[in-house]
């Protein structure tokens, strides 16, 4: 077959299509959400995936591990009913055991190892790290769901409403805003120590603690400003949008155009400012139980374990490096998972 | 495609004196009304289009809206279907009865709702569904009606084409059954050919529900061609409303003169032989309007007259409206 260079067709090599190669030539493309499409770039970025695989370990191990431990972390293993305080179960160092201990493994009795030795008190001190671990994180995470929860409703309604209310929450957003927080925080988590223990005696919350729940409390009265303002910030220019006008002219009331139009189109902004949220609340908590202000005793937190290491620190150093490094770890990995998370998700940054 | 209308009927929609202020802040505690819409009162019949022309800022969207009130008017009245629009209970009515269809075909779709979540929002917010399979089949249903796939209503907006987009738009405002429509430059930010199909659409689908639109647009030779009357607006007031066919071919305002003057004429013949009028200047700023007849500042007929007082929206013809002091002169 010759070559030619010309324009004519030759319209005998032509076949008409079948009906499989039509269907063939017509390609959908599945429907992407937004969702997918922000963790299809969040697992793309090596860093806050592996900080996101180390917050889930941490997180995991704290929650399971307490459950098959065979010591649990208010137990003074020297202390028995009955026979006088043991000693030698205070202060060991790591993977030393007790006096009794020595005399069952001379006995052939295999006996769980003190990874991390034992405090002042004998008390098995890896599983006290574990438990402050699982304290810490489920303070900043809680706090972080009040702080989301205040702010998103104030921030939200301020914003849509706009004019004189907005006014009127945004000078109020100032003025605890220009409040030095590190003193208002001490302050009220001393005034609701002493004045929320008696009050909760006899109830279940009992049991978590008047110091956990003022520390909420603290939270929530100081640290929604910064997310309600962030969130009033997007919900103003997103109420000028044309959709919301259209839904308006659907007979939409403030609620739904809330609910339905602004939320959603601000929650990238939402997810990541809680998630940098949760080092800072692990942070506040950890230095107000340093300072005594934090949980209740046997109850460990990493802040109040670091505080207690303080008296032995020349000879048991171990004791403040290993919760440090705990909170360092959480903090730092979770502040990358959030930094990751914008990146995926704010659409400001996309290209 | 002229209708007949009976003179005697009564109109769909009456605005009567329809004022629109805007408070604008000019000084630290000053404000000052910016007159967006000042005085304009027309009748739409039911059935009929009405094509709404004017430049850009000149009022035409803030007389859809002040109608359907989103914005609540300053002044004036208006009657939808017999019943005047006062309290918030009648326009919650009003909502289910008049719809909007929007010009940006980006913005008017909220980017985190599917297809299927758009078009059946106004069901879900009025209830008009007895369970989920209803609402399915209604929202299907008004897909194909606009010409869209089925296999669309799962996706999200920003997956269409701008003429896509704009059927996802007018699919939502036909989910009430509304009787009128106000579409405000629906098609202006669409290439022409898909235009003309989106034109055409709406002519069907007047004829097939019955419809009446106000139709807001700066492209006259659009409007003619949908339109059974035309208003002319400037500066917030209204100065001429005809017949489409008497404005396009014996306008009588000056502004109207030089409006029709710049539509593009196919034939070089027709178009050499008509003499463009070229207005001088620019829209003055409605925050300071001028005295009297707004377009006095530009108008080459303008006389001392006109700077004293706003001449009366008066009836020169049968059907023909024009605000001018020396309209019998010209």
Redesign the interface.
């Known amino acids: 077959m010759d070559k030619k260079f010309t324009m004519h067709i030759d319209v005998d090599s032509f076949l008409p299509a079948t009906d499989e190669e039509k269907a063939y030539m017509v390609q959908m493309r599945p429907s992407s959400t937004f969702f997918r499409d922000g963790m299809k770039r969040l697992l793309k970025n090596k860093v806050a995936t592996v900080s996101m695989i180390i917050i889930l370990i941490i997180t995991l191990s704290s929650l399971i591990i307490p459950a098959f431990w065979p010591y649990s972390y208010d137990n003074m293993l020297g202390v028995k009913p009955g026979v006088p305080v043991d000693a030698s179960y205070s202060n060991l160092a790591p993977f030393e055991y007790g006096e009794t201990e020595q005399a069952m493994i001379h006995d052939g009795v295999k006996v769980f190892p003190h990874i991390f030795g034992t405090d002042a008190s004998g008390r098995d001190y890896f599983i006290r790290v574990v438990y402050g671990t699982r304290i810490s994180l489920a303070v900043g995470f809680f706090a972080s769901i009040i702080v989301l929860i205040i702010g998103m409703t104030v921030g939200s309604i301020a914003g849509y409403c706009g004019g004189k209310v907005d006014l009127f929450i945004m000078r109020i957003v100032d003025l605890i805003y220009s409040l030095p927080d590190m003193l208002m925080v001490i302050l009220l988590a001393t005034v609701l120590k002493q004045t929320l223990g008696p009050a909760l005696e006899h109830t279940s919350l009992a049991k978590i603690g008047s110091n956990i729940i003022s520390l909420f409390i603290v939270f929530g009265v100081l640290y929604w400003v910064s997310m309600s303002r962030l969130i009033r910030g997007q919900i103003l220019s997103l109420r000028e949008q044309e959709y919301v006008l259209a839904s308006r002219a659907a007979g939409a009331k403030g609620g739904w155009i809330i609910r339905k139009h602004l939320l959603p189109n601000c929650i990238s902004v939402v997810i990541i400012s809680t998630a940098l949220q949760i080092p800072s609340a692990i942070f506040t908590e950890s230095y107000l139980s340093f300072l005594g202000l934090g949980v209740n005793a046997p109850m460990p937190s990493l802040g109040s374990l670091a505080s207690d290491a303080l008296n032995g620190l020349s000879s048991y150093p171990y004791r403040l490096v290993i919760p440090a490094v705990v909170i360092s770890l959480i903090v730092l990995s979770l502040n990358l998972f959030g930094d990751g998370l914008r990146d995926a998700f704010d659409p400001k940054l996309r290209t | 495609m002229s209708k007949i209308f009976d003179a005697n009927e009564q109109p769909l929609v009456d605005v009567r004196h329809l004022k629109q202020y805007f408070n604008i802040n000019v000084g630290p505690l000053r404000s000052k009304p910016l007159k967006a819409v000042d005085d304009v009162s027309f009748t739409i019949r039911k059935g009929e289009t009405l094509g709404l022309v004017g430049e850009s800022g000149c009022g035409k969207t803030t007389v859809g809206?002040s109608i359907?009130h989103?914005y609540q008017p300053t002044d004036g009245e208006v009657e939808f279907a017999g019943k005047l629009i006062r309290s918030k209970a009648d326009i919650?009515e009003l909502?289910?009865k008049a719809?909007?269809v929007?010009?940006?075909p980006y913005?008017?779709?909220?980017?985190?709702?599917t297809v299927s979540d758009i078009i059946g929002?106004?069901l879900d917010?009025?209830k008009m569904y007895r369970n989920k399979a209803e609402r399915e089949e209604r929202i299907l249903e008004l897909m194909e009606r606009v010409g869209l796939n089925s296999?669309h209503a799962?996706?999200?907006a920003h997956?269409f084409s701008g003429g896509q987009r704009q059927r996802i738009?007018i699919a939502?405002a036909l989910?009430?059954r509304p009787d009128f429509i106000v579409c405000d430059e629906p098609v202006s930010a669409l290439d022409v050919s898909i235009q003309a199909q989106v034109i055409n659409m709406f002519v069907e689908l007047q004829e097939q529900m019955g419809l009446t639109y106000l139709f807001i647009a700066h492209d006259i030779l659009v409007v003619r061609h949908i339109s059974d009357r035309i208003a002319v607006m400037y500066l917030g007031k209204m100065v001429e409303l005809a017949d489409a066919a008497v404005i396009y071919d014996q306008p009588l305002h000056p502004y109207t003169r030089s409006l029709m003057s710049a539509v593009p004429q196919p034939d070089p013949k027709i178009a050499r032989a008509n003499r463009r009028i070229v207005l001088s200047g620019d829209i003055p700023s409605p925050l300071n309007a001028p005295s009297g007849c707004p377009f006095r500042t530009r108008c080459p007929h303008a006389a001392p007259c006109c700077a004293e007082s706003m001449p009366e929206f008066k009836e020169v013809a049968s059907g023909h409206f024009v605000a001018c002091h020396r309209v019998n002169e010209l």
């Open positions: 809206r359907l989103l919650h909502r289910k719809t909007m929007f010009q940006d913005s008017s779709l909220n980017p985190r709702m929002e106004p917010i009025h296999e799962s996706r999200y997956e738009g939502r989910a009430l």
